[in-house]
């Protein structure tokens, strides 16, 4: 069944065509990726087909009566509502639903009303709504529901848009990079969403191992003509090849890179992660495999960078805490040469001020950094490159320098640094301020590149950019003989980038793992079974269904009370946290005081951790 057609639609701006006369439809059921370099319109498509913007030729028709849900980049909200009156603001059908409901129950001698409104509320499944949004709030870390829009971060509120997005459940959701601002465990909650539920999709996104999990079909455009994939992002390789050697008109590096990338995706194991029976323990086995991924690699630029001397970076005993949120807890560990360490965890956890400890953007509450007299930094940070007005992209390059050198007394020129970044010699003289946002980062690359750092440290390079980029960069890194550090949610790009990792696991723990994500996810999930093994957990017993009682899940009648009485202990424990906190602002406390608030601190987020745990046990049986 057709949702959703696009006819023979246009965008140009000015003498810069994005797309022109290009064509596809969306089926249910379709699960569909769109893949095109940074710049070529793809934000521009989805604009069209969700109506934010209009086409110059053409036209978009949606079938009649489905419902469809846009997740843009940067989500517009209301930013006077809370959380929770965002999710209630929305036009969400449940919510009709229920409202009709509560109008009925209001008038109960009007009993078909009554009738048709309780049928309404079983068919679909609307008793539970509440549970349900809640449980997805938490799983994308908006725990605050009474916190305002307007102080949430740009983070936040794209999370709080992907939650009203899944919430509405519409017959057709297209999403503008779903996976931006998502941590890792988000990343793989949300592939599970999508494989339980039934939604066809269309969406843009750089996560290719999101691509390859979710997508069943690919649409690539590349120099304005569509080519449809069936298939997932693996097969999409496969088949680029092909008709990349059939076509024969890509020059030949990038047949290279494709090729490369495909053989890589050849030799990972298929869906290890929740089939993994054993526990992995030898570490040394999988820190061998981690290093044979880079030798495979054939390397194709010998930077001649600064030469490393005998100490590169040494962190002893550092801490650093805010408040009482403590972020490093005496963490101890000297880099040697040419290591390649990625960093996981949560949001929140400290990822991005380990970084700035280490480039000594901060300064540190106890221990020692020490830095080797020949390392020069190439730090990438979130922020990007500044506004200049009126500067092209090649002056932006050329502020840093004209070269870095390569081995043998060869060169490669600001210029040709651009060109293998995919800015042509006519887009190195574009204004700055026409770049889309994945050129920017691309630009903004190159400006880290350009000044030959011998360490180098990555703060989410991978957001904003395009497949092409990706590839062209994880190539550049390959090549790279220094010292890397890279922070990223994107799991194809560490496992192919970094032979092992720092896991932060919050409040001062750090785990230093032998290995790539995927060795990691593997390791994490045959410990899980492992330790469910060792235990003797009793089957859980079927609960009595509580339809009769109006409300949808498998929970007693006193396990339904629970429940919602957990939410709103939960609730008064969390602000009576706040207040304890703010009475450390106090100057005037002493030592004594200190310790005896300290105490109170750790008993009250010991109750709030106790009774989340129970909320969650329930909520998953509602859920189930």
């Known amino acids: 069944m057709n949702l959703l057609t696009v006819e023979n639609i246009s965008k140009s701006y000015g003498e810069l065509v994005l797309f022109s006369d290009i064509s596809f439809g969306i089926n249910k059921d379709q699960k569909i990726a769109l893949i095109a370099k940074n710049g070529s319109g793809k ?7 969700s109506g934010k913007d ?3 030729t053409g036209q978009v028709t949606i079938r009649k009566d489905i419902k469809i849900s846009f997740l843009e980049q940067e989500p517009r909200l209301d930013p006077n509502l809370t959380v929770e009156e965002t999710i209630f603001a929305t036009d969400n059908e449940i919510l009709k639903i229920i409202a009709a409901y509560e109008k009925a129950v209001e008038n ?3 009993s078909t009303r009554y009738q048709k409104a309780f049928e309404a509320m079983e068919r679909h499944n609307a008793w539970d709504f509440e549970t349900q949004y809640k449980q997805i709030l ?6 605050q529901l009474d916190a305002k829009v307007a102080t949430l971060s740009g983070g936040q509120r794209k999370r709080l848009a992907l939650a009203n997005a899944l919430l509405n459940k519409p017959e057709l959701l297209i999403m503008d990079e779903p996976t931006n601002h998502l941590d890792l465990e988000m990343i793989e909650w949300l592939e599970a969403y999508f ?3 039934n939604m066809t999709l269309f969406m843009v996104t750089h996560d290719r191992y999101f691509l390859d999990r979710v997508c069943n079909e690919i649409i690539e ?5 569509l080519y449809t994939y069936k298939g997932n992002y693996s097969y999409y390789l496969s088949e680029k090849e092909g008709r990349m050697e059939r076509e024969a008109v890509e020059q030949h590096k990038s047949k290279l890179l494709y090729k490369k990338e495909l053989e890589w995706m050849r030799r990972q194991p298929k869906a290890r992660t929740t089939k993994s029976k054993s526990r992995i323990d030898d570490f040394n086995e999988i820190k061998q495999r981690a290093n044979q991924r880079r030798k495979d690699h054939e390397v194709e630029l010998e930077l001649n960078m600064e030469r490393l001397g005998s100490k590169i970076l040494e962190l002893h005993n550092i801490s650093k805490s805010y408040g009482d949120k403590t972020i490093l807890n005496k963490f101890d560990y000297n880099f040697t040469k040419g290591e390649r360490i990625g960093i996981i965890g949560k949001n929140g956890t400290g990822k991005s001020t380990f970084l700035n400890i280490i480039t000594q953007k901060e300064g540190v509450d106890g221990g020692k950094v020490v830095v080797g007299d020949t390392i020069k930094f190439g730090y990438y940070t979130q922020k990007g490159i500044p506004d200049k007005e009126g500067q092209k992209v090649i002056d932006v390059i050329r502020e840093f320098g004209d070269y870095i050198p390569l081995k043998k007394g060869k060169q490669i020129s600001a210029q040709q640094l651009l060109e293998r970044f995919l800015f042509d010699r006519k887009k190195q003289y574009d204004f700055v301020d026409k770049l889309s946002g994945g050129e920017r980062k691309r630009l903004y690359l190159c400006t880290v590149l350009i000044q030959n750092p011998n360490f180098l440290i990555l703060d989410e390079p991978t957001n904003d950019l395009d497949i092409v980029t990706l590839n062209v960069l994880e190539s550049f890194l390959l090549d790279f003989p220094g010292c890397l550090i890279v922070v990223s949610h994107d799991r194809y790009f560490m496992d192919k980038i970094v032979d092992h990792l720092f896991v932060f696991r919050g409040e001062g723990e750090i785990e230093n793992f032998p290995g790539n994500y995927t060795d990691y996810r593997v390791y994490e999930s ?6 469910r093994e060792n235990k003797d957990i009793p089957e859980k017993t079927e609960k009595t269904h509580w339809k009769e009682k109006e409300s949808g899940g498998k929970l007693s009648y006193l396990e339904q009370k629970e429940h919602k009485q957990l939410e709103k202990d939960i609730q008064k424990l969390e602000e009576q946290k706040v207040a304890l906190q703010n009475k450390f602002a106090d100057p005037g406390l002493n030592g004594d005081e200190i310790n005896q608030l300290s105490v109170e601190l750790k008993k009250l987020s010991d109750t709030i951790e106790e009774k989340t745990e129970r909320w969650f046990e329930l909520s998953s049986i509602l859920e189930g």
């Open 43 to 49: 934000t521009s498509i989805l604009n069209i087909m």
């Open 54 to 56: 209009t086409s110059e």
């Open 108 to 110: 109960p001698e009007d």
């Open 138 to 143: 938490f799983k994308l870390q908006l725990t």
């Open 195 to 197: 494989s339980k539920e």
């Open 221 to 225: 455009l590349d120099n304005n003509q």
């Open 526 to 531: 045959s410990k899980l079974i492992e330790e």
